[in-house]
């Protein structure tokens, strides 16, 4: 079995601020975790992912996140919002494989000018 | 490269009518999947296939049926529309291992 919550539906930014969106996870099995960014009426990109190797995930746009095993979490973040980052983003957890995605609920990011 | 190509990108149902959504994938995945997406509720997974001929439910599959005849395509077929069907859908394509999934642009369904 495995779970993704994703805490706050909502965060408000300003441009230039860090921004910072959480992500807690269940998994039974070493979980494979992702980040997806969705702009508005478009299908869902790749941010960047986590597959067990280094706990530290660069990914596009200036994005990281860090797996920490011990808080079963997979935070999002990045230094310097851009108005360009206002978006929802999903947190998503896989086993591997052909092992089914489990998405969380999303988090919609406003940046402020 | 046209990666997931779903059609029709929007479409509105009377009650009770039936219709396919499709999907199509040019990068030989075996791993395909189809979600609907939710105000709140985030990514539900409908039913997924493992390649050709192999399909299995997820986690909301009541009112929907799939079939997976090639590799390339995987159609979703609501039998009786119902308006809780109005949601956005989403087909997912994906290659073993610890790969992504990747998105078609979604196919917005109003049942009225």
């Known amino acids: 079995a495995q779970s993704v919550t994703q805490l706050g539906s909502h965060v408000s930014v300003s441009e230039g601020a860090l921004v910072l969106l959480r992500c807690n996870y269940s998994?039974?099995?070493?979980?494979?975790l992702f980040w997806y960014v969705q702009y508005p009426n478009q299908g869902l990109q790749l941010l960047l992912k986590?597959?067990?190797?280094?706990?530290l995930v660069k990914g596009i746009n200036g994005f990281e996140a860090e797996f920490k095993k011990s808080e079963t979490s997979f935070h999002l973040t990045k230094p310097s919002a851009h108005m360009s980052d206002a978006a929802e983003y999903f947190c998503?957890?896989?086993?591997?494989?052909?092992?089914?995605?489990?998405f969380g609920t999303g988090t919609k990011l406003q940046v402020i000018p | 490269n046209a990666g997931v190509t779903q059609t029709p990108e929007f479409q509105v149902l009377k009650t009770g009518q039936s219709m396919t959504l499709q999907c199509a994938q040019d990068?030989?995945?075996?791993?395909m999947s189809w979600y609907r997406q939710d105000p709140g509720m985030g990514l539900r997974l409908i039913h997924y296939?493992?390649?050709?001929?192999?399909?299995d439910q997820g986690e909301v599959p009541n009112g929907y049926n799939v079939s997976r005849s090639t590799t390339e395509d995987f159609p979703l077929r609501l039998l009786s529309a119902a308006p809780s069907q109005t949601s956005v859908y989403f087909c997912?394509?994906?290659?073993?291992?610890?790969?992504?999934?990747?998105f078609g642009q979604g196919t917005r369904l109003t049942v009225v």
């Open positions: 998503a957890v896989s086993g591997g494989g052909y092992q089914k995605v489990t």
């Open positions: 998994s039974s099995v070493p979980p494979y």
């Open positions: 986590y597959t067990s190797a280094a706990t």
């Open positions: 990068m030989n995945h075996e791993y």
């Open positions: 296939s493992v390649g050709a001929g192999i399909t």
């Open positions: 997912a394509s994906q290659a073993p291992g610890d790969t992504e999934a990747f």
